[in-house]
């Protein structure tokens, strides 16, 4: 059998396999339950080892080991596992093998394991793999090290700046709210995700601060601190750092590395690494020795930036956007025995078979008293019940601590009316002509270039493109450059969404929350599938609710259809069926819903 693979972009590569074509982005998702199930296996058994000071940072360090982080050279479990399970799924024969891959060797080794456990031979007839500009520097572990150490003291040094102008907010507030920089406004009640939450702590009188972070993997958001909050009087979290938390963070980082050194080659520790039958500890090994050496500096830090702000901060419930917050973690693993502090998260994540909270059922990570504990928080707050039961059955939550209340971010689509005349000028639109947006995934250049296909063969419509927050901007750019059509519209990353969904007829998504808040909105929505079998995760497609497409052809016929108006009645009662089910009440209440919670949680300290 013969197998092509171009994984020269990171998640949105392709594989063929005896001429038939797949999307490795959809053959992640589709098998995203089993190998996130073993990624929770592993960290819990590293949890026995990992205890240092009260904190167990195996609940730190689990997400350097699973997702390789773009500009790292060696592949963490989210490539590894999903490398084995196709090939171990397709091959039954012997394989001629061509690879473009961003990790060097890694696919041709799960080859070799694969072909050598079946008995059928390999043969690799092409590989190329791409060059970084910066390779021998991401594979210095020295290096990496000290540009996080250099990256963490800018934190320092611009909460030196604040304190010095009097920026560092000093105010206590009973509610602590954990904000990324990514959803936070000038006026925190417009936060995207908390911001409804404010406005009924105010109607109550509960007294309530804003904590800004950024993501230290990212620049963006450090750039969009810095130019739009960083002289702004809301309590960032640089103010809290010292020279003394360097000392610190370098001590507990030595303290973990000498620990892997001590375990990693013990029996019990390579047989972690067994998945399907198959060892591939020796693949995984650089990964973990680029953690231990390197990323684990990340672990120390939230761990103890959190504590210093638990001994400054009297609040008394934290609320999170969701429990797989690093540092909301942070804060659960320091007030793990600490009744007076209480943890409330929401679900800004999707939550299905195969979500990031997947978990194995082990019933000592609930145990609180645990050195193994698994940090989730007191109340966590769901969408509806169906995403309760999928935390139950698919991811070891305790029933008691879900609650089912909806999502406050989706209140203001109930209650809101938005000014389209506003919008298509804020946004330099067309008055009269009907628009597609595309809610780009993220450095999918087949999605792209379909959807680019899409605005060609449709001329008299407006195809809104709105990136990803984290995307890298300049493959869309280059597309455009070509000017094959001129009804393509590339908009700010941080445009944003629900405006631009209130101007659109059609909304095409890959299986994102968009899709969801399209049809609260009342639009209808194309789930873009290019190849391979979608995991259709939230049941957009099985329940009828989104159109699914494999090409601009599927997306004309589909168009064509609902230019009769019966057809487009019927898909809309199948849209409120879906919403109904997935979501609580849509009575734009949910904000209340989870106040009452927080403010029960204050009552009983």
């Given amino acids: 059998m013969r197998i092509s693979c171009d994984f020269s972009v990171r998640y949105s590569g392709s594989i063929e396999i005896n001429n038939k074509s797949y999307q490795l982005y959809n053959l992640i998702r589709k098998y995203s339950l089993e190998w996130l199930s073993k990624y929770s296996e592993i960290y819990d058994a590293l949890a026995e080892y990992l205890y240092i000071d009260g904190v167990n940072y195996a609940y730190l360090i689990n997400y350097f080991i699973d997702y390789s982080s773009y500009y790292f050279s060696s592949p963490g479990l989210d490539i590894i596992l999903p490398y084995i399970i196709i090939l171990d799924e397709f091959v039954d024969e012997g394989v001629e093998l061509e690879i473009v891959d961003t990790f060097p060797h890694t696919f041709k080794e799960c080859a070799r394991m694969v072909c050598n456990r079946k008995g059928v031979k390999l043969r690799v007839i092409k ?327 899409i605005a060609r063969q449709n001329p008299d419509l407006e195809i809104l493109i709105k990136p990803h927050p984290n995307e890298n901007l300049a493959p869309i750019i280059k597309l455009l450059s070509l000017k094959e059509t001129n009804n393509l519209i590339l908009l700010p990353k941080h445009a944003n969404i629900y405006e631009l969904i209130s101007v659109s007829e059609y909304v095409i998504t890959l299986g994102s929350t968009v899709g969801f808040e399209a049809m609260l909105m009342g639009k209808i929505v194309f789930e873009l599938e290019l190849s391979g079998k979608h995991s259709d995760s939230m049941q957009y497609i099985k329940s009828g609710a989104a159109i699914k497409i494999n090409s601009a052809n599927d997306f004309q016929k589909a168009l064509n259809r609902f230019r009769n108006k019966d057809a487009k009645i019927k898909q809309m009662n199948k849209i409120k069926e879906y919403v109904s089910k997935m979501h609580y009440k849509n009575d734009g209440q949910a904000s209340e819903r989870v106040v009452a919670l927080i403010e029960k949680l204050l009552n009983t300290n």
């Fill in 127 to 453: 590989e190329s793999y791409i060059k970084r500009r910066f390779n021998p520097l991401y594979n210095n572990h020295k290096m990496i090290r000290t540009e996080l150490v250099v990256r963490l003291f800018l934190r320092y040094l611009i909460g030196l700046l604040r304190k010095m102008t009097g920026k560092d907010n000093r105010v206590a507030g009973d509610v602590l709210l954990l904000s990324n920089t990514r959803f936070s406004a000038h006026n925190e009640r417009e936060n995207l995700i908390f911001g409804p939450l404010i406005n009924g702590f105010d109607n109550r009188k509960l007294s309530w601060k804003v904590l800004r972070y950024e993501k230290l993997t990212q620049t963006t958001n450090l750039q969009r601190f810095v130019k739009e909050f960083m002289l702004e009087n809301v309590a960032y979290i640089g103010d809290y750092y010292t020279l003394r938390h360097f000392i610190e963070c370098e001590r507990v980082f030595k303290q973990l590395r000498k620990r892997w050194n001590r375990i990693k080659y013990k029996e019990e520790i390579k047989q972690l690494f067994v998945f399907r039958g198959y060892n591939f500890y020796e693949l995984i090994l650089p990964r973990l020795e680029l953690v231990f050496n390197a990323l684990s500096y990340i672990a120390a830090d939230t761990a103890k930036i959190t504590k210093k702000i638990i001994e400054k901060e009297g609040y008394k419930v934290l609320v999170l956007d969701h429990e797989e917050n690093m540092y909301g973690k942070g804060f659960m693993l320091n007030t793990r025995t600490a009744q007076a502090r209480k943890t409330l998260a929401l679900s800004h994540e999707l939550i299905y078979p195969g979500c990031i909270h997947t978990h194995i059922k082990n019933p000592k990570v609930l145990d609180k008293s645990s050195k193994i504990w698994r940090p989730l928080p007191d109340i966590k707050c769901v969408w509806g019940d169906y995403a309760k039961k999928i935390l139950v059955d698919y991811c070891n939550y305790p029933e008691e601590i879900i609650k089912t209340t909806g999502n406050p971010k989706f209140d203001i689509l109930f209650k809101k009316r938005f000014d389209r005349n506003e919008i298509i000028k804020k946004y330099g639109l067309s008055a009269k002509v009907p628009k597609v947006l595309y809610a780009s995934p993220g450095n999918n250049i087949h999605t792209h270039k379909c959807v680019f296909e």
